[in-house]
């Protein structure tokens, strides 16, 4: 495992360093479904969650660092860490004072820690579903029911972001897990990342107060994070890609026929970096740099394929074992291709601008 360059910030702690100390001793226990919260604590102690004066698009940049640096070791921690910080930035883009001053910094600091919940709301822009809740306005909040299919990164205490249907528009809020009316039924029978505390969500008649409103006009809200939401993404990708190919280049000398696998997959990884370094130079203002976004995010999602086949390769039926590297590696390159928005959905963004590559 090659964690990389040490990312350091103010708070005098290196990314790498929690990586080593925290994470990289968990790996097996959470490829068998243990919560690494304490890993996710030590993180925002280490000052790696936090936004403070960083500019939004800065702030997604640092997301992306982090979470690359994360993937390289586990991609079940890196994706709860893309689920905590995508909550940070809801908060910090969001309308509610009382939710930027009295929850912000307990989040920036890993103290409280939050899931997503906007799976469903992207993949309803893209025409892909339907919102599945409803919010009924009451004094000045909601009431808001339905259900979420999965929300990763929940728990006792834990906060997460919804999007809610009330007839005359879409509004969007964050609710903390222990709300009277929010059921958790646990989703643990997937092929991996059993780790990321992942759940069903109902909500039934739960009263939200103004103060935890994030935006009463949630699509205009959601067209100003979701570059983010891509871009941070890419740091799944990369991150994984980045120890695979560490591992299989250890490999090349002693087996025949892979250097032409490594080469493949150093070839996807550099056209990668490269990309990323013209899109994430500034949030998309044009059409053409939003499809060069899509596209950047499609890629990250085929590297990942990439490092899933170089893997096999190098390590052949020593890897085809239950509890290998090449195994875990593999069923987390899947997860990189259906997170939301999934390969499915990107090809279907690509359609609409008519773009090829």
Not at 137 to 145: C, E, K, L, M, T
Not at 199 to 205: E, G, I, K, S, T
Not at 232 to 238: D, I
Not at 303 to 317: I, K, N, P, Q, Y
């Amino acid at each position: 495992m090659n964690v990389g360059t040490p990312l350091r910030w103010a708070a005098g702690e290196d990314v790498a360093g929690v990586v080593v100390r925290e994470l990289l001793p968990r790996v097996d226990q959470i490829a068998a479904g243990e919560y690494p919260e304490t890993v996710l604590h030590a993180l925002g102690t280490a000052g790696a969650l936090a936004a403070g004066d960083l500019d939004p698009w800065a702030y997604e940049r640092k997301r992306l660092a982090v979470i690359r640096a994360v993937a390289r070791c586990c991609l079940a921690t890196a994706f709860l860490v893309w689920c905590h910080t995508a909550a940070v930035v809801y908060v910090r883009t969001g309308a509610s004072p009382w939710l930027r001053s009295e929850l912000l910094p307990a989040l920036e600091q890993g103290a409280v820690l939050a899931g997503t919940g906007l799976s469903n709301p992207v993949k309803a822009a893209a025409g892909l579903e339907r919102i599945r809740l409803r919010a009924t306005p009451a004094g000045d909040g909601f009431r808001i029911s339905g259900t979420l299919a999965a929300v990763s990164n929940l728990g006792p205490g834990h906060w997460f972001g919804v999007v809610a249907e009330t007839g005359a528009g879409r509004v969007a809020a964050l609710l903390p897990a222990d709300a009277p009316g929010v059921e958790l039924v646990p989703r643990d029978r997937f092929v991996a990342l059993n780790g990321t505390a992942t759940y069903a969500v109902r909500l039934v008649d739960v009263a939200v107060p103004a103060r935890w409103v994030l935006a009463r006009d949630a699509d205009a809200w959601l067209a100003r994070i979701r570059p983010g939401f891509l871009l941070s993404q890419v740091g799944l990708g990369l991150g994984l890609a980045d120890d695979v190919a560490a591992h299989v280049g250890r490999r090349v000398g002693r087996r025949p026929g892979l250097a032409w696998w490594a080469a493949r997959l150093e070839r996807a990884r550099r056209r990668l970096e490269t990309a990323l370094a013209g899109v994430a130079a500034a949030p998309p203002a044009t059409e053409a740099e939003w499809r060069r976004l899509v596209h950047l995010r499609r890629a990250a999602g085929r590297l990942a394929f990439h490092a899933a086949e170089a893997v096999a390769v190098a390590d052949g039926s020593a890897g085809y074992q239950s509890g290998s590297y090449a195994s875990r590696r593999a069923r987390e390159a899947w997860f990189v291709a259906i997170l939301t928005p999934s390969l499915t959905q990107l090809e279907v963004e690509r359609g609409r601008q008519g773009g090829r590559g």
